[in-house]
């Protein structure tokens, strides 16, 4: 378990973005990952009083607040309507219900984990993170950027049309994933994600399963006590030829 | 650092550490039935309802909590010995430990769902572990309760 010296609820995001340039201060998100570390922090900052847990139904994209909880991405009705089952079904594996009360879509996207599965969703769809002085960026590109001390507010995704299904594989029910995968397409043109590798997720594009299934195979995975690299790069396939399945009866 | 909560149904002001959670909080505030079991975030024992929702009081920061409306066993006794009653009637209570926060589970899964089939009660306890691992009896318990209260599918 941590141990914080403060605590500041941040009264608006210059407060929280001052605070976190600080490296022994940190943004406490739901704090169920930050609970299983022993760092000490100076002070923890707070950004529950700021509105940021909001789902915005917008004109051509959804804004996610980095305070919503992955119980609330799992139930939306405005995520379901726009984006089918992709972020009940990323979701309703992790751990259980009082988990994702806790956990914030914030938490898992700034924290960039490699076992995400939010991420891999998030990927196969078109998103831009919101950061406080950064401004938008491409989800694609934020995930591959050096940490700075940004302070992420919102991720923004873009209404396509396109319903991305989602797989993953675990050990048991509830355990972090051995490997996940999303599939969405847009014009004929497909984009699959690889994430659990057990580092972060990839974005794989192609125009047939044949291409992607190729590229899979020559992305790096690593072994860890879930399962082994070999496992893991025949999983991929596995998962990615069944969503590539549930792809082509839902658009039948 | 000072919060304010509504604690079953009592208003109360305290004084707490920067890192104290809402697990700590109310322990020490004589909410014995909250209980730890994994120091992992993961089985389910020290579930609480945060403002009606169930939450992970080992998780949750009690500086967060500050303003809101804390639910812990001891608040819904009446509710919890009914369905108390369920457990026992299939043997389900067994050692007893994972009760109280398997028990406010299905009170907050009661009140969320609305005609749950064996999926989803599962899916919504799959958070809740028993170490006596007699999962069964609890879904009989469950079912039970639930057609008695008018909502649940077989």
Redesign the interface.
């Known amino acids: 378990m941590y141990t914080a010296r403060n605590y500041v609820k941040a009264e608006n995001l210059a407060q929280a973005w001052e605070l976190n340039q600080k490296r022994a201060n940190a943004i406490l998100g739901g704090g169920c990952w930050m609970r299983l570390g022993k760092r000490r922090y100076d002070t923890l900052i707070d950004l529950s009083g700021l509105g940021l847990d909001q789902i915005e139904d917008r004109e051509d994209e959804v804004a996610l607040g980095a305070m919503v909880t992955l119980r609330q991405l799992e139930t939306s009705s405005i995520l379901e309507w726009n984006f089918g089952d992709l972020f009940a079904r990323c979701t309703q594996h992790i751990v259980g219900v009082q988990f994702r009360n806790c956990a914030t879509l914030g938490g898992s996207v700034a924290a960039r984990f490699g076992f995400s599965d939010i991420l891999t969703a998030l990927l196969a769809l078109d998103c831009r993170v919101e950061l406080v002085k950064g401004g938008i960026v491409p989800l694609e590109q934020y995930v591959t950027m050096d940490r700075d001390r940004d302070v992420l507010v919102r991720v923004l995704v873009k209404k396509a049309g396109s319903k991305p299904v989602y797989q993953s594989a675990r050990n048991s029910q509830t355990d972090l994933p051995t490997l996940t995968c999303a599939l969405g397409e847009h014009e004929g043109r497909y984009r699959a994600v690889i994430g659990a590798r057990p580092q972060m997720a990839r974005v794989l594009e192609g125009d047939s399963l044949e291409s992607l299934l190729a590229q899979t195979k020559e992305l790096p995975y690593g072994s860890n006590m879930r399962a082994g690299a070999d496992y893991r790069r025949h999983l991929a396939g596995v998962l990615l030829t069944r969503a590539w399945k549930e792809m082509e009866v839902k658009q039948a | ?1 000072t919060i304010t909560v509504l604690l079953n149904g009592a208003k109360r002001t305290d004084e707490v550490q ?2 104290t ?1 809402l697990f700590d909080y109310l322990r020490s505030h004589g909410c014995l039935s909250v209980k730890c079991g994994c ?4 089985c ?1 024992l020290c ?1 609480v309802h ?1 403002d009606g ?4 009081s ?4 009690a ?2 909590a ?1 303003g809101h409306t804390i639910t812990t066993l001891e608040g819904l006794q009446e509710e919890a010995a009914e369905f108390g009653a369920f457990l026992a009637d299939e043997g389900a209570e067994q050692c007893g430990y994972c009760s109280p926060g398997f028990i406010m ?1 299905v009170l ?2 009661a009140g969320e769902l609305k005609n749950p089939t064996v999926e989803d009660i599962q ?6 572990l028993c170490r006596c691992s007699g999962y069964q009896g609890q879904l009989r318990a469950i079912q039970k309760y639930l057609q008695a209260k008018g909502g649940a599918k077989r």
């Open positions: 650092m920067a890192d959670t120091e992992t975030s993961n389910g579930t945060l929702k169930p939450v992970l080992c998780s949750v920061p500086l967060r500050d589970s907050a899964m899916a919504y306890l799959a958070g809740n």
